[in-house]
């Protein structure tokens, strides 16, 4: 804490000096080129369409251009130019996000769970983990907003969001195609066409990308690729223009996904099953050469449709935006990372969610006095949420009881409704200090219908899909099963305010200060792999508090951008999964998701860029993150036996039935899941005109994470960063800007890195590893 407080007091002292010395800067500078900082991008991250810098938020953004000369494929590649973010693909489901932001988020891949950070397409918020690495081809912008977002963000977020706008047809008629050939086998090809049906009024875009991949494992089981990408999405969007005042939005998609299970293996570890039953052992053959003895196919179908509706109804704006999505997965899962037939599984999943908000924004910028420095949001909103899940295991009740020679599958369900009111309203108290009060009433409504004992499959070790139950078998048979006592349901209803306030400060037009208060709260949560209602939950609400101040200058006549932030979170009744006691099963405990801690991070995040000359940009974004727990008193490691009766110093002791003990220990000592103290890009970028000819741009990138932990435990094989990566990229665009080409390449030193950890119980442990090096080259036209 000690350094935090030294650390803000520089920063506050770097933000007061900037201020004051920023006329004579400007004025050294008169001879810089004018206009030389990055293309200014709008966002409507406050319901309303303001510059970058003219929100007093930490927000970053990206346009296409951005996205392009980054190489970027999908959300994973904006995390090195945001400070104190992660984005990884889920362990276990390649086209999953694991997002942390300022040192909080999630990995997991369960429907009754909420992430703390939220996804949102084109303002219809993702409520499902499953399916949201979206891809960025067609992209309008990226927002990434870092910290609690409980007023403004669709459904509230506990640690952040990400908000993804698509393209709308341009009017004109044009092609954009894109094709791209890399290593391992990458080739994708995307095209974009605009048509325009009645002038003015009607237009259509439609976009088709197809991407795949061979993987970057080899399985030495027999020598095939493992984690094979094979996407493809097609997106219609129709805009109408009746009148000046009423435009309608209608778009919709489709995904087919049909790609591999991840690789991975299993960490060493001679106390766990997988050693001692099997005798298995990972070799020492490299990180990218793995076992698999069992299909891994994950299949993913997606339907969507989002239809907004602005209308200017004089003064006021009213927005209507209405979401529907479906996701259904069928997968295969070699979950023991080896080629022993030890614990592999399927999993068949359906879900479901519509939405639909409404606002009503002011308008009032004709007018006079302080009226027009008025800005008042209200709204509305509804999200109704449903899926099915069954899981089968070939090997899970043979595990148990090696005289049943049968597989099993399980069930769960469950039902959320989501409503809001909101209000936000921003005030100029003179020309340069504006204030802003945000609150938002919200009602959640959760249905969950549990159903562990399934039923048996036939044979036992089946490694075929036809064995599967199908989701209208297993539903009916959980009815069946709950008639007899066999499974379980349970709900909730809960209700909870969040605020948020704000001071913003123009010292002049370049330079603006701020200060911002907020909350915000992810909903509590069942447990979809509970085998009772001891562990099936629900969990409390987590929530947020932040108190944030940043600066946002543009300095030296544009050549240089200086953004600073400085913030602290309290993170309260934080969920952790943990050993408890339950009589009702034979070993006397169970693993569940508790609300057992509290955290607080704090940091700075730095983002820059100077432009000394029209051809040269340097780039830099900063984050210094200080994260701990301050309260975290649990049994996290399970059972034990001991010689004699054990203490704890913080919490309870259990005595289990078979003579060993869960013993609660203070855990306040670990480190944050993903939170490494300081991540840092720099980046450079060179153009050199051509003419006629076009331009060529050289572009390098490092980036440096210190060191963090994959697992709650800070498991020492979990362990990984202090290291730098290096991106690079060589690129032409001729002098219309129609055609471009560009040679690139991600892990230029090809560094191996441990991505995630999974510890399964005492069966195994799952590692993951972060892409090899990977090159290729792009090329693209528009017409």
């Known amino acids: 804490m000690k350094a935090m407080n030294h650390a803000m007091i520089s920063a506050a002292a770097l933000v007061t000096a900037l201020a004051v010395a920023q006329p004579a800067m400007a004025q050294a500078a008169d001879a810089a080129t004018d206009g030389a900082t990055a293309d200014e991008i709008v966002v409507t991250a406050r319901f ?61 891949i369960e429907s009754t769970e909420e992430s703390p950070v939220g996804v949102s397409i084109d303002g219809v918020y993702v409520t499902r983990p499953v399916a949201t690495m979206l891809d960025t081809f067609d992209m309008e912008r990226v927002e990434v907003l870092r910290g609690p977002q409980g007023t403004s963000f669709g459904k509230n977020s506990l640690a952040g969001g990400i908000a993804t706008y698509s393209k709308n047809p341009s009017g004109e008629f044009g092609v954009d195609a894109e094709m791209t050939v890399g290593n391992y086998g990458r080739m994708d090809a995307k095209a974009a066409l ?113 239809g907004t509706i602005n209308a200017k109804l004089g003064a006021v704006n009213l927005t209507s935006i209405t979401g529907y999505i479906k996701t259904n997965d069928f997968n295969d899962s070699d979950f023991d990372q080896s080629e022993k037939f030890f614990f592999p599984t399927f999993r068949v999943q359906s879900h479901r969610q519509f939405s639909q908000e409404l606002r009503l924004a002011t308008d009032f910028s004709g007018m006079d006095g302080a009226l027009s420095r008025l800005n008042l949001v209200a709204g509305g909103y509804y999200m109704k949420q449903s899926f099915e899940m069954s899981q089968a295991f070939p090997t899970l009740p ?139 939950g629900p969990t409390a609400d987590n929530t947020s508090e932040l108190f944030e101040a ?70 830099a974004n900063i984050g210094y993150l200080d994260s701990k727990y301050d309260k975290f008193c649990t049994d996290l490691d399970g059972p ?65 994470r210190t060191s963090w932990f994959s697992t709650v435990l800070n498991d020492a094989v979990g362990k990984t960063g202090d290291f730098t990566t290096l991106d690079g990229s060589l690129g032409w665009e001729s002098a219309d800007g129609r055609f471009r080409a560009m040679v690139w390449g991600k892990n230029l030193t090809n560094k191996t890195w441990v991505a995630a950890l999974t510890p399964t119980a005492q069966f195994f442990i799952q590692r993951f590893y972060g892409p090899p090096r990977t090159f290729g080259g792009t090329i693209g036209a528009k017409f």
Not at 276 to 283: C, H, Y
């Open 194 to 306: 605009d048509l325009p049906i009645v002038t003015d009024k009607a237009a259509l875009r439609l976009v088709l990308n197809k991407e795949t991949m061979d993987g970057y494992f080899k399985n030495r089981f027999n020598g095939k690729r493992v984690g094979f990408q094979d996407r493809t999405s097609l997106r219609g969007t129709l805009a109408l223009t009746p009148s000046d005042n009423l435009s309608v939005n209608l778009k919709g998609w489709g995904l087919k996904d049909r790609s591999g299970a991840p690789g991975g293996d299993a960490a060493p570890d001679r106390t766990k099953l997988l050693y001692l039953v099997f005798g298995f052992e990972e070799p020492n053959d490299g990180a990218f050469t793995i076992g698999r003895d069992f299909p891994g196919n994950h299949d993913t179908d997606q339907y969507g449709a989002i």
């Open 398 to 536: 043979v595990l148990l009881a090696p005289t049943l020679k049968f597989g099993s599958q399980d069930f769960v369900t469950q039902d959320n409704t989501a409503k809001a009111l909101f209000a936000q309203g921003i005030f100029g108290l003179t020309d340069k200090l504006n204030v802003t009060l945000g609150v938002r009433q919200s009602w959640e409504d959760k249905d969950y219908f549990r159903d562990p004992t399934g039923t048996l499959l036939s044979p036992a070790f089946f490694n075929s899909r036809d064995v599967v139950k199908s989701l209208d078998y297993m539903e009916a048979l959980a009815n069946t099963n709950f008639a007899a006592g066999k499974a379980f349901k349970d709900s909730y209803s809960r209700s909870r305010t969040t605020f948020k306030a704000g001071l913003d400060y123009k010292i002049n037009p370049d330079v603006m200060v701020y200060a911002t208060w907020s909350q915000g709260y992810k909903g509590g949560g069942y447990g979809a792999r509970s085998a009772s209602m001891v562990t099936a």
């Open 640 to 704: 034990s036996a001991y010689a004699a009766a054990p203490t704890s110093t913080c919490g309870k002791v259990t005595r289990l039935v078979n003579g060993t003990y869960l013993v609660d220990q203070d855990y306040t000592n670990l480190k944050l899941v993903r939170a490494p103290k300081w991540t840092t890009q720099i980046s450079g970028e060179y153009t050199v005109p051509m003419g006629d000819s076009g331009a060529v741009t050289a572009r390098l990138a490092m980036l440096y």
């Open 550 to 619: 940043g600066l946002k200058s543009d300095l030296l006549n544009g050549m240089l951008r200086f953004n600073l932030t400085g913030f602290i979170t309290k993170f309260k009744q934080l969920e952790f999964g943990v050993f408890i006691p339950n009589p009702a099963v034979a070993s006397g405990q169970e693993t569940a998701t508790v609300n057992v801690g509290a955290a607080t991070t704090q940091g700075i995040e730095l983002e820059a860029t100077l432009k000394p000359v029209d051809n040269f940009r340097i780039s």
């Open 48 to 108: 309303k369409k303001e510059t970058l810098q003219e929100v007093p938020q930490a927000i970053s953004a990206f346009d296409e251009k951005a996205l392009l000369k980054t190489a970027a494929r999908d959300l994973t590649d904006l995390a090195p130019s945001t400070p104190n973010i992660s984005i990884q693909p889920v362990a276990t489901f390649s086209n999953s996000a694991a997002i942390y932001i300022r040192g909080l988020g999630a990995q997991g």
